[in-house]
């Protein structure tokens, strides 16, 4: 057989090779289908730049043959160590700005968890080194997120308290940039200016992952013996979620164990509210004191493993990229969404329940003499919970409690290209504490409040 005949056997045999893959790609069926019925936008972008590649490849080997292969590989090689380089800067750079494992919530029966009192703990996010922020969080004597608070309200001090989870506890920024101590200088400069100045005092009850549910026992069992005038919770839809889930998937559990039930949880049992206590509270003692000895070493503060800074970055953009054509396609092909994969809608009885337990809340508030208003967020991290807003609001109007939309303008401030949360860790940033302590200020001052 001649070389024509050898090199046309082989350029044929190169063919199938890579066509062989790209058949077997073009066999696949999205499951949110919309480009000929059979693909999802980010499915057709990657057959696209897959066809690209082998298209790429074919032509490389037909034109070149045998250094065809060398070209690739010297081509290969050239990549290889371009992200070589790239992860030996990325290893320093984590290596400087390191993240750790800490144990800083402890158990807490009448709440399920809460800060550790009078801990200083470094805190940069759940990947093994620090990709948003770095910041060291101090807690108070009462296991708070907070300054040093005298349990009896001074003479001349107005307090206002806020309830939630870890977008009020706000350890991702410094406690200078917190909502409540915005809040907190921006009564106190405005008191300044009255002929009888008042001193302002806000109080910080967030606590991550906490329910509404757990607001609430918060409220009866801390906050309230504080003695404030003002309460303000934080709500969004994972909120009342929470209220009804007894497991913690984020606390620290047994390895390939299920999540420990450490979560108070509440139900309606004829209009009534039903408190359920954590079932794996002594679990969750032992096993927390267990980490403490072994893993933590008598200590509650680890450094985090160092990992693949390259590998970590490709997949944070390709997930990124992802959601990105997912949100285009839904938007432009909304009826082709799968309802496996839509925005899980609110339950009702859980609706019911968190409802019920805000009604609560507000008449154990008004019961001392101090007022209630609601912060709903929740069209902020779900648009679809217009439902859930347009409860709140009327139970607001019909109880009489206060009403904030806080979803309104951090969402224009997105819109204005102001970032409101961090791109990784995805709670407020500075800019979303100031959004969020601007609304509390003006509705304050719009409701005479800070008479």
Request: aromatic share 14%.
């Given at each position: 057989m001649g070389?024509?005949?050898?090199?046309?056997?082989?350029?044929?045999?190169?063919s199938l090779v890579v066509l062989l893959p790209l058949v077997a790609a073009l066999s696949h069926r999205s499951a949110e289908p919309w480009l000929f019925g059979l693909y999802s936008l980010q499915y057709s972008l990657f057959l696209l730049l897959f066809a690209g590649a082998l298209s790429f490849l074919v032509a490389v080997l037909y034109q070149f043959g045998a250094k065809g292969l060398q070209l690739l590989a010297v081509t290969l090689a050239g990549v290889f160590l371009i992200a070589l380089s790239v992860e030996l800067v990325g290893q320093v750079y984590a290596h400087f700005h390191p993240a750790y494992d800490v144990l800083a919530w402890q158990p807490d029966r009448a709440v399920g968890w809460k800060q550790v009192p009078l801990l200083r703990?470094?805190?940069?996010?759940?990947?093994?080194?620090?990709?948003?922020f770095s910041v060291q969080v101090t807690t108070n004597e009462h296991g708070f997120r907070d300054v040093e608070r005298a349990i009896r309200k001074p003479e001349g001090v107005r307090r206002i308290a806020l309830l939630g989870d870890s977008l009020v506890e706000a350890v991702q920024v410094p406690f200078d940039s917190t909502a409540g101590h915005f809040l907190e200088q921006a009564l106190n400069r405005r008191a300044s200016l009255t002929?009888?100045?008042?001193?302002?005092?806000?109080l910080n009850f967030g606590i991550s992952n906490f329910g509404v549910g757990q607001c609430l026992l918060c409220w009866e069992e801390y906050a309230r013996r504080f003695e404030p005038d003002l309460v303000f919770i934080l709500v969004a839809d994972f909120n009342l979620h929470r209220t009804v889930t007894p497991e913690d998937k984020s606390a620290f559990a047994p390895r390939g164990q299920e999540p420990l039930r450490i979560r108070p949880t509440f139900r309606l049992a004829e209009g009534s509210l039903i408190r359920e206590p954590?079932?794996?509270f002594d679990e969750f003692v032992r096993?927390?004191?267990e980490l403490v000895r072994t893993k933590f070493s008598g200590g509650r503060v680890l450094r985090k493993k160092s990992g693949f800074f390259l590998r970590e970055r490709v997949l944070e953009s390709l997930r990124s990229l992802s959601g990105l054509l997912i949100s285009l396609q839904r938007r432009w092909h909304p009826?082709?969404?799968?309802?496996?994969?839509?925005?899980?809608?609110?339950?009702?009885?859980?609706?019911?329940?968190?409802l019920r337990i805000l009604e609560e809340l507000g008449e154990q508030i008004r019961e001392v003499g101090a007022h209630f208003v609601v912060v709903d967020v929740a069209r902020y991290f779900n648009p679809q919970s217009t439902e859930l807003s347009t409860q709140l609001e009327e139970l607001c109007a019909t109880r009489g409690f206060g009403y904030i939309s806080l979803s309104d303008p951090l969402i224009q401030a997105n819109r204005d290209g102001i970032p409101t949360h961090w791109n990784y860790d995805g709670h407020f940033d500075e800019s979303g504490n100031r959004i969020f302590a601007e609304a509390m200020y003006q509705w304050i001052v719009r409701e005479g409040m800070d008479d």
């Open positions: 070389r024509a005949g050898r090199a046309k056997r082989s350029s044929l045999a190169w703990w470094p805190w940069a996010g759940h990947y093994w080194y620090a990709q948003d002929p009888a100045p008042s001193r302002y005092e806000v954590a079932r794996d096993f927390q004191q009826s082709r969404v799968a309802p496996a994969e839509s925005e899980p809608a609110l339950d009702p009885a859980t609706l019911a329940l968190n």
